[in-house]
């Protein structure tokens, strides 16, 4: 069995020393400077940058933000792929993930598969993740086919993370999606907190210091923030304050 690699080390080490950690989600489609938002990205105080999203399909754009953001940022740079193509030879790490409520097996294994060799040759770190959605109606549950939990049911999300336990992943990554109008709520991340031993993951529609602070406080161990990012001018303060909600709920 492979030892826990570089970046997980470091992300728990993070995480002991923060109690919940940040990390901002650059979409490789819709950035036009990477390199200058995982700057302020790094100096609010973000421990790793996500790179992906559910519909990116350009390699070349990939590769260009990856390279960028490492050329301006000390922080890991881990890839966070909808698809095969969400590979890319210079990040750290991936969150190499099942979607385990997809109906179509390609997300579940056939995609991990195909891209499982790219993984190995370019030495890039694989953090094995269940991906679960929660919800509907967002890009990740259209393009994944997921069957989305309903907000309201945390035993079912309990019941899948339990499973992923069971299956040797090491993360749990609960995504309502991006730009979802609700978040994954306290109630579920509780729940699955209160069962799931990895690291827990939550994301889509954190928007608020006070959103960050209750998830963080009802258990996750990072919390990933991507529209407000995107869409925001006035985002590095924002972005702080919820870093410094999140450090203060635990
Ligand atoms: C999406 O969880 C991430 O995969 C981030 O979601 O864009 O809503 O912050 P937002």
């Known amino acids: 069995m492979a030892e826990t690699g570089k970046v997980e080390n470091y992300l728990k080490g993070e995480i002991k020393k923060h109690g919940t950690v940040c990390l901002p989600l650059i979409d490789s489609e819709n950035s036009t400077d990477a390199a200058s938002i995982a700057k302020k990205v790094e100096e609010a105080g973000a421990s790793a940058v996500l790179v992906g999203g559910s519909s990116a399909i350009d390699q070349m754009e990939l590769g260009k933000v990856v390279t960028d953001i ?6 890991p740079v881990i890839l966070f792929p909808g698809n095969v193509t969400g590979v890319s030879p210079k990040a750290d790490a991936i969150l190499f993930s099942s979607l385990l409520n997809s109906e179509d097996p390609y997300f579940i294994t056939g995609a991990q598969a195909l891209g499982a060799l ?3 040759k370019h030495g890039i770190e694989a953090l094995p993740t269940a991906y679960i959605i929660v919800g509907e109606g967002t890009a990740a549950w259209f393009v994944g086919r997921a069957r989305g939990i309903p907000f309201h049911k945390p035993n079912l999300a309990v019941m899948y993370s339990l499973a992923a336990q069971y299956m040797g992943m090491r993360f749990v990554y609960l995504e309502a999606g991006s730009g979802a109008a609700q978040s994954v709520t306290p109630e579920m991340v ?7 031993d990895g690291t827990l993951i939550v994301g889509g529609g954190i928007k608020t210091p006070d959103a960050a602070g209750a998830i963080a406080k009802a258990g996750a ?11 925001d001018g006035d985002w590095q303060q924002k972005l702080s304050a919820m870093i410094k909600a999140m450090r203060r709920a635990r």
């Open 221 to 231: 161990d990072v919390i990933v923030v991507g529209t407000m990012i995107e869409k």
């Open 70 to 75: 490492k050329a301006a940022a000390r922080i």
């Open 118 to 120: 790219a993984v190995k």
């Open 190 to 196: 509780a729940a699955v907190r209160k069962y799931y």
